[in-house]
Nanobody, 126 residues
Framework: EVQLVESGGGLVQAGGSLRLSCAAS????????IGWFRQAPGKEREGVSC????????YYADSVKGRFTISEDNAKNTVYLQMNSLKPEDTAIYYC???????????????????WGQGTQVTVSS
């Protein structure tokens, strides 16, 4: 069974930092892109970032480029999202996901491996 468990969210002031973690199990880590989506109230879920374990290539949405960094620990089957210079508009529930690369980079969102987890809330105060 595919499991992706998110942690690390919280409340932070604008300009602050948080690091999200995603512990993955139930599938071969290297076979898929793995990364993060977010969904703010009243908005659609959007792909934020992903990483390809084979070659280390990464994707970032324009809204987070230069502020967020995705990384992975293959030994722990864990993916991290370091979020710096946070803005109030980054406030959302952040979900970990795995699938084909296009899952994160195209809409509509298709090809999700497994199902959406509960996510982790990130709140950035102004």
């Amino acid at each position: 069974e595919v499991q992706l468990v998110e942690s690390g969210g919280g409340l932070v002031q604008a300009g602050g930092s948080l690091r999200l973690s995603c512990a993955a199990s139930g599938f071969t880590f290297d076979d898929y892109a793995i990364g993060w989506f977010r969904q703010a109230p009243g908005k659609e879920r959007e792909g934020v970032s992903c990483i390809n374990s084979i070659d280390g290539s990464t994707y970032y949405a324009d809204s987070v480029k230069g502020r967020f960094t995705i990384s992975e620990d293959n030994a722990k089957n864990t993916v991290y999202l370091q979020m710096n210079s946070l803005k109030p508009e980054d406030t959302a529930i952040y979900y970990c996901a795995a699938g084909e690369w296009s899952l994160f980079t195209t809409t509509p969102t298709t090809g999700l491996l497994g199902s959406w987890g509960q996510g982790t809330q990130v709140t950035v105060s102004s």
